[in-house]
């Protein structure tokens, strides 16, 4: 299981990258949104997979489902949508102004 979310985060992280040395904006708009669907993996399986335990609720406790890396993991998703929604206006503003969408500016 480990081996098959391992990876997961490679291929979403190194699509991630190869979109965002791309020419154009919606490629460069995709890997950000990839690179941060990778984060949100690494997050969530940074605390451990945990099927069917409590969250911590006796202080003894050994087996229990950590809450910190789910808080980063629904922080991250709304900080990763509001960077996306700007990316995205932004991107559709510098089509408007340049008359193209590449990322410098200018046609290849």
Known sequence: MEALIALSVGLLTACGIYLLLRGRTFPVVLGITLL??????????MGRLS?????????NRAD????????????????????????????????ADLGNDH?????P
């Open 103 to 107: 990322v410098d500016g200018r046609e």
């Open 64 to 95: 229990y489902a950590d809450p910190l890396p789910q808080a980063l993991v629904l922080t991250a998703i709304v900080i990763g949508f509001g960077m996306t929604a700007f990316v995205v206006v932004l991107a559709l503003r510098a089509r």
């Open 51 to 59: 099927i069917g335990v409590p969250a911590i609720l006796e202080p």
């Open 36 to 45: 941060s669907y990778a984060v949100n993996l690494f997050l969530f399986v």
